[in-house]
Each structure stands twice: as structure tokens, then as C-alpha cells.
Nanobody, 124 residues
Framework: QVQLVESGGGLVQAGGSLRLSCAAS????????VGWFRQAPGKEREFVSA???????AYADSVKGRFTISRDNAKNTVYLEMNSLKPEDTAVYYC??????????????????WGQGTRVTVSS
């Protein structure tokens, strides 16, 4: 069992930066693929970024070049560094972890475990 707890959300002006953190429990966390998803008001949850245990990263086109995912397995923590934020980045951001590698990283069912979410609001 893995428990995930996100933090770092808040209110920021357009063009600003935030760093989200996701603290995980569980000894085998380092072997999981980890991901970030977001859900804007009135919209479906969407893929943001993912990172494999070996270091490979994937990003949604909408955040490529602005967001960076990283992980510190020693601290059981995943990060999402968000720069050049836009009002359209406003959403609740969720951390996820999973071992369903047969599924694409962009699919929500690729992940076994989810955090409770942290809200990011970008003002114009």
C-alpha cells in the first residue's frame, strides 16, 4: 500500500512559479512510475507529467518546456516544478503512483494510488 500526500499549491500571479511536492509512504516507492494529473473547474482530469524509476520523463504538450517533474527516491518524494504559469494552469493537481506499466502513462488507470490533491490558482 502506498499513501500519497501533495503540498505546495497556492495562489500565484501569471508568469510566476510554484513547486508541488508529493510525499509517499511505502518501501517500494522507488520502483513505481509516478505521475501528476490536474483537474480544472468543470473539466475532466488530465495528464500533466510522468516519470519512470529509471528517469525517463513524459509531459503533456500544454506544459512542455514550463514544468519539470523530478523525484527523490531517498526521500520518497516527487516534485513538479511549474514555471511561467498561466491562468489556464489553474486546477487541482493530483499525484499518482503505479505499476501498471502495460498502460500508457497518460491513462489514469495506469496508476494504483492517488493523493488527495492540492489546489493551484493562477491569477491574470
Amino acid at each position: 500500500q502506498v499513501q500519497l500526500v501533495e503540498s505546495g499549491g497556492g495562489l500565484v500571479q501569471a508568469g510566476g512559479s510554484l513547486r508541488l511536492s508529493c510525499a509517499a509512504s511505502g518501501r517500494t516507492f522507488s520502483s513505481y512510475r509516478v505521475g501528476w494529473f490536474r483537474q480544472a473547474p468543470g473539466k475532466e482530469r488530465e495528464f500533466v507529467s510522468a516519470m519512470w524509476s529509471g528517469g525517463f520523463r513524459a509531459y503533456a504538450d500544454s506544459v512542455k518546456g514550463r514544468f519539470t517533474i523530478s523525484r527523490d527516491n531517498a526521500k520518497n518524494t516527487v516534485y513538479l516544478e511549474m514555471n511561467s504559469l498561466k491562468p489556464e494552469d489553474t486546477a487541482v493537481y493530483y499525484c499518482a503512483a503505479g505499476t501498471r506499466f502495460e498502460y500508457s502513462s497518460g491513462r489514469q488507470d495506469a496508476y494504483n494510488y492517488w493523493g488527495q490533491g492540492t489546489r493551484v490558482t493562477v491569477s491574470s
